[in-house]
């Protein structure tokens, strides 16, 4: 690999040459090294990998975990492809089953977690808190005999409520491994239990608004900029006013109110299967935020005779 570069012995820019395995930089007119042990800050595209027909250049291991005896930086001996019982008769196949891990089991939950939490598209920390959470519980003992699936699930719900990304029990529920909506809530309930008796305190879970959830349900409805601009200065200001309905049906109840001032409007039963709401619970909810509708509905949205549009509850 050669380019120019100015020589002081030729007084010119002259034609330099690159020797990678000595790290210099040398004139190929007169041979004057210009750079000497210079670093390559090319990408290496060596591969690391155990397989011959495996591409992936990674060459390093995971972070280190500090919810782990031993950080999570243990070795583990590979198995080798068409010789698993070659390997478990060998000595060191031996050798690593006598050695169980005592992390074995925080490893698989942690997986879990995290393999729910990317089906939801959730960011690190809150799989990182979810992880905290479990282990807190796991250390006392209290979760023996439990539906584990369920307890993994609580522990992803409280940490996207701590985390201020709350996701509705139904979400978690459908990347819970066949946990149940009921079995969820007894879980949850239970780890706060557990935790606010040892910590000797409330455990702090964050307020759920009903905006946390509105552009998440919109998105998935398909709506557009304006229609969804309009929704979260609706749901805003509903918090002025004394609604008594959780913050999921008020979300799901102005999503009805807002696309029905629209060209596209978007049918009942769309809106229950994108927020999770039953269709008569967004009914009642949409009842009560009726007398209020020219409160919630921008002006830049619909006039006052528009709102003459929406249906009668």
């Not at 007084?11 to 004139?27: I, L, N, Q, R, Y």
Request: overall charge neutral; some cysteine; hydrophobic content about 35%.
């Amino acid at each position: 690999m050669s380019s120019d570069s100015f020589c002081p012995d030729c007084k010119k820019h002259t034609e330099v040459a690159f020797d990678h395995s000595a790290g210099d930089t040398v004139c190929t007119e007169c041979g004057l090294v210009l750079e000497a042990h210079s670093v390559d800050e090319t990408s290496e595209w060596r591969t690391f990998a155990n397989e011959s027909n495996d591409n992936d250049p990674v060459r390093v291991g995971g972070p280190s975990n500090p919810l782990l005896t031993d950080g999570g930086l243990s070795t583990v001996i590979a198995k080798p492809n068409g010789a698993q019982g070659e390997f478990l008769s060998s000595s060191l196949g031996r050798w690593q089953n006598r050695g169980s891990n005592p992390d074995r089991s925080l490893i698989l939950a942690f997986r879990t977690i995290a393999n729910m939490a990317d089906r939801l598209g959730l960011v690190a920390t809150i799989k990182d808190r979810a992880n905290e959470i479990y282990k807190k519980v796991e250390d006392l003992k209290s979760i023996r005999g439990r539906n584990q699936d369920a307890i993994l699930a609580a522990c992803l719900y409280i940490a996207c409520r701590q985390e201020d990304r709350p996701r509705t029990v139904k979400e978690i529920c459908s990347v819970a491994n066949g946990a149940t909506k009921k079995e969820i809530g007894r879980a949850k309930e239970f780890i706060v239990k557990q935790l606010e008796v040892e910590m000797g305190q409330s455990m702090e879970m964050g307020t759920i608004h009903a905006g946390d959830f509105l552009r998440r349900f919109c998105s998935t409805l398909g709506m557009n900029n304006q229609a969804v601009k309009a929704a979260q200065e609706a749901v805003q200001r509903s918090e002025e006013l004394d609604i008594r309905r959780s913050p999921i049906s008020i979300a799901a109840a102005v999503i009805y109110m807002i696309t029905q001032l629209s060209d596209d409007k978007k049918p009942l039963k769309d809106i229950s299967l994108a927020t999770g709401v039953a269709e008569g619970t967004i009914r009642n909810s949409y009842k009560d935020l009726y007398p209020y509708a020219s409160r919630l509905i921008p002006n830049t949205y619909a006039k006052e005779e528009d709102l003459k549009n929406l249906c009668t509850p």
